[in-house]
């Protein structure tokens, strides 16, 4: 399965941008997508995910309330719109495919290349 992350930009603080993530190939068995994320300097943490069977979604208490993840399973897409931006929310931005219950990096084993979302104060 490839994965193709786009919709990153700069934005204000305030302001909100949407994020998709295009799955392709062979996506049997996928359990889980998740979004995470990497400040420079820091390491990569978990923002949400959600679970393809069931619908189960989880998030990180930073950004509960203001990012919010769905699905189209008809598009094979997980989309993270995310809004009342600040700037401690910029970081680049993955998503990820698991074939296991997971929240944390190590469970996924199918990456994205990343977007890279600034939000200026």
């Known amino acids: 399965v490839q994965l193709q992350a786009s919709g990153g930009g700069l934005v204000q603080a305030g302001g909100s941008l949407r994020l998709s993530c295009a799955a392709s190939?062979?996506?049997?068995?996928?359990?889980?997508m998740g979004w995470f994320r990497q400040a420079p300097g820091k390491e990569r943490e978990f923002v949400g995910v959600?679970?393809?069977?069931?619908?189960?979604?989880s998030y990180a208490d930073s950004v509960k309330g203001r990012f919010t993840i769905s699905r189209d399973n008809a598009k094979n897409t997980v989309y993270l719109q995310m809004n009342s931006l600040k700037p401690e929310d910029t970081a680049v931005y993955f998503c990820a495919a698991a074939y296991i219950i997971s929240t944390t990096p190590e469970g996924y084993s199918v990456w994205g290349q990343g977007t890279q979302v600034t939000v200026s104060s």
């Open positions: 959600i679970a393809l069977h069931g619908g189960s979604i």
């Open positions: 190939g062979r996506t049997f068995g996928i359990n889980m």
